[in-house]
T-cell receptor
Framework: LAKTTQPISMDSYEGQEVNITCSHN???????ITWYQQFPSQGPRFIIQ???TKVTNEVASLFIPADRKSSTLSLPRVSLSDTAVYYC?????????????FGAGTRLFVKA | EPEVTQTPSHQVTQMGQEVILRCVPI?????FYWYRQILGQKVEFLVS????????KSEIFDDQFSVERPDGSNFTLKIRSTKLEDSAMYFC???????????FGEGSWLTVV
C-alpha cells in the first residue's frame, strides 16, 4: 500500500485559498488519489478523486503532477465551516486490495 | 442522496458485555466496511466484507469481533466481550466498486465502562 505524508495542521483565514499537499512517493500505476473531509464526531466525507493532471468539482480542485508522487488539494475561499481534518488517500485497488487506510490527516483551522 | 445509516448513535455498555452495532449500507453497494476512531485519534480500518465474506481485516479485528450480513440490507459488527479500550466511534461504510468512493455513516459512539 502506498504511504501518504501530509502536514499535521494548517491555519488559514476566511476568504483565503488553502492548498494542502500530500506526498505519495510509492504510488502504484493503478492507484487513484482521493481526499476526504471529516468534521468532529462525523464520518469522513468524500471530497474529490483524481488520477493525473487536474480535477475540479464544486467543492475543491485537485492538482496532480506528471510523476504522481504528490497531489495538492485546493480549497478556494475557505470559510469557518471548512475547519476540519482532511485526509489524502491512495486508492489501494491493486489486486486484492479491499482496505482503505487513513493517515493522520491535516487539521485545517480557519479563523475569522 | 442515498446514505449509510447506523444504529445506535450512542451506546454505553459494561465491560465484558456483547455489543452489536448495526448498519444499513447504500442499497446498490456491494462492498462494506467497518472503521473505528478512538477519540482524538485517526480513523482505523477494521474489516471489509464482500460477497458474504471477509475480504480484509486489520490486526485490531481479533476474535472478539465478527461481522455479518444477516439479510439483504443490514451489516452488523459484533464485539463479543467489550473492553475499556473498545470505547470509540465506529463507522460503517460502503462502496459500489472495489477501491471506489467509500461512503461513511455518521457513526456509533460506543462507551465501555
Amino acid at each position: 500500500l502506498a504511504k501518504t505524508t501530509q502536514p499535521i495542521s494548517m491555519d488559514s483565514y476566511e476568504g483565503q485559498e488553502v492548498n494542502i499537499t500530500c506526498s505519495h512517493n510509492n504510488i502504484a500505476t493503478n492507484d487513484y488519489i482521493t481526499w476526504y473531509q471529516q468534521f468532529p464526531s462525523q464520518g469522513p466525507r468524500f471530497i474529490i478523486q483524481g488520477y493525473k493532471t487536474k480535477v475540479t468539482n464544486e467543492v475543491a480542485s485537485l492538482f496532480i503532477p506528471a510523476d504522481r508522487k504528490s497531489s495538492t488539494l485546493s480549497l478556494p475561499r475557505v470559510s469557518l465551516s471548512d475547519t476540519a481534518v482532511y485526509y489524502c488517500l491512495v486508492d489501494p485497488s491493486e489486486a486484492g486490495g479491499f482496505k482503505t487506510i487513513f493517515g493522520a490527516g491535516t487539521r485545517l483551522f480557519v479563523k475569522a | 442522496e442515498p446514505e449509510v445509516t447506523q444504529t445506535p448513535s450512542h451506546q454505553v455498555t459494561q465491560m465484558g458485555q456483547e455489543v452489536i452495532l448495526r448498519c444499513v449500507p447504500i442499497s446498490n453497494h456491494l462492498y462494506f466496511y467497518w472503521y473505528r476512531q478512538i477519540l482524538g485519534q485517526k480513523v482505523e480500518f477494521l474489516v471489509s466484507f464482500y460477497n458474504n465474506e471477509i475480504s480484509e481485516k486489520s490486526e485490531i479485528f481479533d476474535d472478539q469481533f465478527s461481522v455479518e450480513r444477516p439479510d439483504g440490507s443490514n451489516f452488523t459488527l459484533k464485539i463479543r466481550s467489550t473492553k475499556l479500550e473498545d470505547s470509540a466511534m465506529y463507522f460503517c461504510a460502503s462502496s459500489d466498486l472495489q477501491g471506489g468512493t467509500i461512503y461513511f455513516g455518521e457513526g456509533s459512539w460506543l462507551t465501555v465502562v
